[in-house]
Nanobody
Framework: QVQLVESGGGLVQPGGSLRLSCASS????????VGWFRQAPGKEREGVSS????????SYADSAKGRFTISRDNAKNTVYLQMNNLRPEDSGDYYC?????????????????????WGQGTQVTVSN
């Protein structure tokens, strides 16, 4: 069964850090570009960050720049999202998604359309 499984979410105080993981099952992730997306209650799902299949190119939403870092370990079929200096507005369900395109240029990599394999999400809550 082809699937992505996210983990690492939880409750953290403002200013804290979390590292999310996205592991593939049933397929080899190293041919796929991967994106991280989040969805806050009542809001649309939005792109946070993306990484090309070999990890050479990354993209970030403006809200994530300077605080989040995406990386991948293809030997482990896993993509990570290190989130530092978290803010309450970062709260939501975080999803990873994969596309067989090795690289998506520009802001297209943060759009939902190119991605066709999605995980079930992991919840992040930033609160006192």
């Amino acid at each position: 069964q082809v699937q992505l499984v996210e983990s690492g979410g939880g409750l953290v105080q403002p200013g804290g850090s979390l590292r999310l993981s996205c592991a593939s099952s049933g397929f080899t992730l190293d041919y796929y570009a991967v994106g991280w997306f989040r969805q806050a209650p009542g809001k649309e799902r939005e792109g946070v960050s993306s990484i090309s299949s070999k990890g050479l190119r990354t993209s970030y939403a403006d809200s994530a720049k300077g605080r989040f870092t995406i990386s991948r370990d293809n030997a482990k079929n896993t993509v990570y999202l290190q989130m530092n200096n978290l803010r309450p507005e970062d709260s939501g369900d975080y999803y990873c998604a994969a596309t067989l395109k090795s690289y998506i240029s520009g802001t297209g990599s943060l759009q939902l359309d190119p991605y066709d394999i999605w995980g079930q999400g992991t919840q992040v809550t930033v609160s006192n």
